[in-house]
């Protein structure tokens, strides 16, 4: 059989980009990570090392820090949708340009109840995301978040489940759920506004997770992607991965001390991970 | 020249933590770091591998969990304290206890302006620390805050320094000031309330980072250390770490674009470090 | 309408196994991290939060500790595909298991080329992984290397490519090639002797790698697939990711100073990273 | 009480350096992270913002690129050392200058037996280091190696230590003995050849660490810190840092299978944490 090239790409990845925006009464801090990706007519390159259709990384980053000037203004969406056209349409060789923009939020810090001008803090570990995938003839828009820590004290048990020979976890219909969540939804109507339609999503997810009475992982997930769908009619499906960041009742009873549900190990490792989409029929 | 045992420690790191303290109300959630040295007469464990002076750090972890129950109720500063306590009173061998916490900070989740009684979200990567040091006849106290990331987008410059023949940096009057800092400070008289005093220092920190027009980083971070001692009767001393988070202005002049401190290039490697003590005559 | 769940699984991530396997002249010790991710019939777990067909992550993580002991004696894809059919012939309700291992790589300390029986140093952050994909009906091992830093300060160049208004970068014919490699290769016919394929093929990869005249890591990167490809007929596929880990020229120029391709800036970020599979046609 | 400027320094870190150092027949290939830290009359840098004493950090920077073409060509403290001199030679307000090099190993590939001219591999995460700490007077120079992942599966135990209230752990006879060492060593007599140095001293704690019979971590850390004091007499002291990678026998009795120390959990956290001195009279 024959040996040939399959599918591939290449592109520039972790340009660390930030931006001022300098408003009347305050300046405005962003800060993101941008990764380009393309595909397209690539094969001579990989097979005798012509490069005349090969668009240096180096100048993918420098295109992202020039079109940064003017076209980075709103959200990361928007943003990633710029660059992805671009890319497209100036160059021939390349079919598919995939932005993956990171960003990494900053809150103006407050103090007696008012926000300072230009002196910023970070939103901690927790980052909003965007991928924007654009051919010729089609466009694909994800929103999501990254890395948001979020954990409940009770309403959360997980009982009657299989139990077989190597089952040694206890029933429990009271224990700390907590998570990491990396979340994804992708847009059948493109929203006007982003960033209103990010803020939304997010305070419905966080809602549903405080709000829920959890049987399992498995279905406050579901829940949480069901409230997104309901509500928001341009989201065509929503996928969310839910490590379980499990935090252990110790054992006191050991030293004859009572543990009434109240001191736990936080563990890292090994630990459960649901992933799931929720979609529509 | 005879060969000897020279300063030594043990003990068990990374003991990882959560309590839930049911009020009334709501749930209190807490989540700690805790780190336990010992240091004392421990010569024969290592010349000979004699282990009857060896409290094993396994034993140390589960004291950790047992003294939790009743005794980690409060700040993170009394908890240290009743454990460095404990570990000098019931081990004769031991001459000094040093116990590090670190609280990985989380709050409730607000919505509609309301605080949810049992759901909370990570308050991001800064964390609340402290060291206590207890021998028979003395103790330390020191309280924290490490991984502070703060920037000021203006109020900042850097100007007349040496110039030497590999000077390439250039002089500005208006640059990003970005750090993440590290923060301790030392406590003369202890407070009645570690919280409160915490809380008190960190806002007078940053407020006077957000406030200062910078001439340098040292500049800033001395006038940091200073507003804490002069407010702060009690501090003796604070030591801050302040690692320049640079970010560049990207060169878009090669393109023919200004750029008016709009565009940088963020970066985490080299960065510029400063170190220093403040502290009373 | 109407909301459903779509893809979905749920599984045990990062158990962290070791094992001593001691033979009659020296001791085998081998180091492993194993995922186990379930899919199946999980509609109700997620929809009403019934657990009926859930068996718990911490139950999977048990029965890899308890089947290590008989069944983990040879290579990790070995490992895995008793684990992956060992998920779906007990449990009714799995139509796939998908096993990831990971072997942190260890090599007996050497002393005067004599291999100590029972000491051993870290073969560092180069590790070994496999993936096994399981239904009734079928199976697909993939076999990789991760991690593998390689570098090459000659035989390599950049040219001829694309320049536009945003192209700064200068062409070059000679500069270092260095790349962290991650590479996976799909078998259409399982090997007898996994660890002695896994190391012709390693071995060809570096081969490959090291005689290269690159004018391209495209180039390089379907130099190693072809290679493996060409002569191990039972791989229908060779998947590789090269990030490229740049080492820019330090302008010494600018302080009359030659720089004759000698000194360097290592860095990490912003980077290259090109990805392709090689296949057959 | 005055509030004062306490101890203070400043500098850069992580300047990330790689070189190529052409010989006849092959490449040598090197790659450092070097920090700089610098102590002296920065007093005015900090009260009144007057930069007039200050090398920027950037420049510091050029400095260890501009040096290294010449003085980077022997070991990792030749070249610290002529850094540390430069800046405190050249700069009057400087009065201690501290260097520290970070060395991370590469090896040149073997094919055949034969060693390729320029082709390399990663030699992992164990890293050679040093500091040097030098004054208008004076010189300190350390050694040390960081990262290293060494194990031993037998000629370990932990046995007849105390036991309390509080104890869990079980005493045993065999286990595994695993750690990550960092370990510095300091010179009273500077070696003619720091690399030979290195790689005898290096050599001595692994063999005396494959040997030992253990009691304790403690013992077998004192161990080898002695054997190296033995040994070299130019060596002062030298520091161990040794965390306890445990790896804990997984209970498989519970599902009546034996564990004749054959199946563990390796974890992370918390460790075991055991740090001495080891020095001469």
């Known amino acids: 059989m024959k040996i040939k090239l399959g599918e591939n790409s290449y592109g520039k990845n972790a340009v660390q980009l930030s931006k001022i925006i300098r408003h009347p009464a305050y300046h405005e801090f962003r800060q993101v990570t941008v990764n380009v990706s393309l595909k397209g007519d690539f094969d001579e390159a990989h097979t005798i090392g012509d490069n005349s259709k090969i668009l240096p990384t180096d100048t993918q980053k420098n295109t992202v820090y020039a079109l940064a000037k003017d076209h980075f203004k709103h959200s990361i969406e928007d943003f990633a949708l710029y660059l992805a056209n671009y890319f497209v349409t100036s160059q021939a060789q390349v079919d598919e340009a995939t932005i993956d923009i990171t960003e990494h939020l900053y809150h103006r810090m407050v103090f007696d109840g008012v926000e300072h001008p230009h002196a910023y803090i970070s939103g901690g570990g927790e980052k909003r995301t965007c991928r924007v995938i654009k051919s010729a003839s089609d466009v694909g828009v994800q929103s999501g978040i990254t890395d948001l820590l979020i954990l409940k004290t009770t309403d959360s048990g997980f009982e009657k489940y299989i139990r077989d020979k190597y089952t040694t976890l206890k ?90 549900n109240e001191i736990f190990i936080a563990t890292d490792e090994p630990y459960g991970l649901i992933v799931a989409t929720v979609t529509r029929e």
Request: net charge negative; aromatic share 10%; with cysteine.
């Open 171 to 260: 029933e429990t219909a009271d224990r700390i759920l907590a998570t990491k969540c990396e979340i994804q939804w992708t847009y059948d109507k493109l929203p006007a506004d982003y960033t209103a339609q990010f803020n939304g999503i997010r305070e419905l997810l966080l809602q549903t997770f405080a709000g829920h009475k959890s049987l399992s992982v498995q279905q406050t997930l579901y829940a949480m992607g069901q409230a997104v769908l309901e509500v928001y009619e341009g989201v065509r499906e929503i996928h969310l991965e839910m490590p379980n960041k499990h935090h252990i009742p110790f054992n006191l009873e050991q030293f004859d001390i009572q543990n009434q």
